[in-house]
């Protein structure tokens, strides 16, 4: 996930647990201490539109990269009652893997800021693999996931771009026109999300 905090560190080699989610007041899925949002990959379109809102942020070297939504920056996620997730068999790969993470560098990294992250535990992953439960398809051969929609978004769709959505200090955007396809009509889908009470009012 991608928000002001957060403190990830490869994997490779090493063996973290997992104590579990149980006590905890849902750390990953509050936005009261800042945006969060994840950048996705062109296989979980289909999976979190009708969920959440499908944008784009420009990186540091003015590249588009699609994410997700997931709060408003005030509040918890939307989805989130009693800290429990209501839609738990649908939530996205992000928070089904979480706390781990894959990079562009196809090296899986680890949110120790995760209150549940440390020795103690079932292993979440190990130098022989992950734990079942978290093992994604996304957290395998993330690099050429992450470059099929570079390709797309940076080269088809870089004129089109226009802002969706302005949150603290980070702006949205969403593509105007010159994309087509179930990506287009996923990504367009998304965008009535922000038309809820939760966005509207935090967006202004």
Known sequence: MDNPRGAFVPVKGRRFGFSGCAGCEAHCCDGRRGIVFSQIVLEDFEAVYRHFPILFIF???????PVILLTNGRDFCPYLEDF???IYEERPSICRS???SPQIDNQLYIDQDCPA???????????EGIAPAFDVPTLQGYQERFLKGHRLFNEECAPHFKPALTLGQSTFFQIASGLEGPIARW????LKRLKSDYFRLQGA
């Open 59 to 65: 990186g540091n070297l003015g590249f588009a990269k």
């Open 117 to 127: 992250v440390g020795d103690r535990g079932a292993p979440i992953v190990t130098p």
């Open 98 to 100: 979480y706390p781990l």
């Open 84 to 86: 429990r997730c209501t």
């Open 187 to 190: 990504h367009h889908a998304s």
